[in-house]
């Protein structure tokens, strides 16, 4: 599935109406849970630390859906969603991070071999989901 429109026929995106407090609620679950990635780094759980960032993002993402009135079922359609509909709000590489993020996730999640990753790396990331979940609160109040 590579299509937006797709997303909506297969109804894994529903429109319905906007939660204001649901999307209030989802970024704050987002601005909590990426509070564990440098406690997660500072244990040397490299893993942990870049599923959190993942749950982080997505739920910070999932919080505009939430402000537009959309249903999730997808998490890429989540991800196409928020590339199409707020591509004029974020850099190119905020708007992939949800995917660069799910990529590894599902490699560390359901993959049979360890993942490689590094701790500059994450914090890389973390940087990134910072300034995307900053850009996101700033939305939420306009």
């Known amino acids: 599935m590579n299509k937006l429109k797709d997303c909506f026929e297969k109804k894994f995106l529903v429109r319905t109406r906007p939660e204001p407090e649901l999307a209030k609620k989802s970024l704050k679950r987002g ?24 749950q982080s993002v997505f739920h910070g993402v999932k919080a505009l859906l939430y402000k537009d009135g959309i249903k999730e079922r997808s998490h890429i359609c989540v991800s196409l969603y928020f590339k199409e509909t707020y591509q004029k709000f974020f ?52």
């Open 31 to 54: 601005l909590a849970t990426i509070e564990d990635v440098p406690k997660a780094l500072k244990a040397d759980l490299d893993e942990l630390a870049e599923q959190r960032l993942y």
């Open 91 to 142: 850099s190119k590489d905020l708007l992939t991070l949800l995917d660069r993020l799910r990529d590894v996730r599902h490699e560390s999640q359901y993959g049979l071999d360890a993942v490689a990753m590094n701790s500059e790396q994450i914090q890389n990331w973390l940087a990134e989901a910072e300034q995307l979940l900053k850009v996101i609160s700033q939305l939420l109040k306009s």
